[in-house]
């Protein structure tokens, strides 16, 4: 049985999320690694943007389906701004897919593996999916403050599409950061359950990347190359020390999103993003080391 739904608490923020219809371009010629100095960087990014048109659909629906139960008029806006938000990510990244699909059609194997694996995910609770919708949400917080800290050493020099398109998604990551906790919270409030969903969600998400990026580095023929494992193994060292603290935070009793501070850039990105005229694409100066949230002429 369900534990009685919960009213929003009227002491948590909850920040604008503003669905954003981003029309992101890829030249068809674009290079996967579009990061020269960093290749494996490159690939774990493009393994991670190939599993989001088959993540991020399933956590639409699970939400959704959540959506009827909830009659707190807070909770339903902020879930229908989450939905909106996604729906953009996961169609930009598609885009990129399909140029990195023909370049390595090997990829088409890992897409036919998603759908067999959220095809069976469907099959499961809301409970469960909505567990899992949630954890994996907690993990972005970590990985989104890594990202955009570090934007510096991770994006500098790098192909500016596809740059702006990875911290745009974080900046909206950030702005729903609350929604798929709370809605869990509000149906469920079970600890032990979400505690679950955020280990199953964040390490699926990451294996079904890896099967991704394994195949961009074997095309190139850098798999075999014990200095590019390393620089791989390092880069996935990284990510470990970074997303973990907020994987951990969110195990402790009494943790809620709102209550982790957000980088003071993902409020300059929004504000510079208000004065661009509908329809505009928002690209980074990923030549300044910076990487202000101006975007560039």
Known sequence: MNAPAKA??????????IVRRIPFKFDEGIDPVWNSARPEWSHMVNGASLT?????????????????????????????GFIGQEGAHYRNHRRYNDIL???????????????ADYAKFQKRSLKWRLAYTAGFETMTIGMTEWLIRQRATLFAGSDSNVASLVLWHMVEETEHKNVAYDLYQHLYSDYLGRSWGLIVG??????????????????EGRWGKLRSRLALY???????????????RALVPGYH???????????LWADAYGDLPDGAIPLLDTNDPEIPAQFAA
């Open 101 to 115: 699909k023909r370049v390595c059609p090997e990829l088409s194997e890992v897409e036919d593996m998603l759908t």
């Open 257 to 267: 999103p709102a209550k982790v501070s957000d980088p003071k850039w993902v409020q």
């Open 8 to 17: 929003a608490d009227p002491q948590i923020a909850h920040p604008d999320i």
């Open 202 to 219: 964040s390490f699926h998400v990451a294996w079904m990347s890896r099967k991704g990026y394994k195949r961009l580095l074997k095309r």
């Open 234 to 248: 390092a880069m996935v060292a990284r990510f470990v020390v970074h997303a973990s603290p907020a994987m951990l």
């Open 52 to 80: 989001m048109p088959y993540l991020e659909p399933f956590l639409i629906k699970t939400v959704r389906e959540a959506l009827a139960q909830v009659d707190d008029a807070q909770l339903k806006s902020d879930v229908d």
